[in-house]
């Protein structure tokens, strides 16, 4: 990319690496693609088209004429109901969410994080008197029911072929 001055999409004109920096700060290197609004598949569970809403089973079909007036009359009072709404309350919301993801990076970053950094440092303090503790009254326990297990012999014998009898029960009255 030049040095030289560029302009941008209102026309102002800026230096190209003004510009390139600008467009890292707030988010993207790369140009917004407004086509593709959700590349993340985000909402991939939002079906909304008319033909995942509205389907007439065999059998049941009403006049050609009714079906699209109802395709048409749904599809404009969804897109104007729809665009209204993002008009009205798109930018408010879009700074409530702004706001609160920015709260939440601030809590993240300044309270959670050293919050918990400082809980981990106290922790290996109370791991290390823990960890002796359990090794000066545990461990002889442990190391002496070692000594007697470990005089257990076992001896593998291979059973006789023979015909299977019958258990005896000895509550068979």
Sequence with gaps: ?????????????????????VRKVMG?????NNMDRDPNN????LQVMWDDVVGEPEGLH??????????KTYDVSRTCCYGLLVILFGPLIALINGCNFAC???G????????????????ATVRRFWETCLMATWSPL????????????????????????????????
């Design 104 to 106: 939440l990076s601030f």
């Design 108 to 123: 993240q970053v300044w309270c959670v994080g050293p919050c918990y950094r400082l809980f981990k440092i106290n922790m």
């Design 28 to 32: 993207s290197d790369a140009e917004y």
């Design 62 to 71: 009403s006049m050609d004429s009714c079906w699209n007036c109802s395709r």
């Design 142 to 173: 442990i190391m002496v029911m070692g000594l007697i297990f470990s005089n257990i012999k076992i001896r593998n014998q291979r059973l006789n072929d023979g015909e299977d009898k019958e258990p005896e029960d000895h509550f068979a009255v």
């Design 42 to 45: 985000l909402n991939h569970h």
């Design 1 to 21: 990319m030049s040095e030289g001055p560029i302009n941008d999409a209102n026309g102002r004109t800026a230096s190209a690496k003004t510009y390139s920096s």
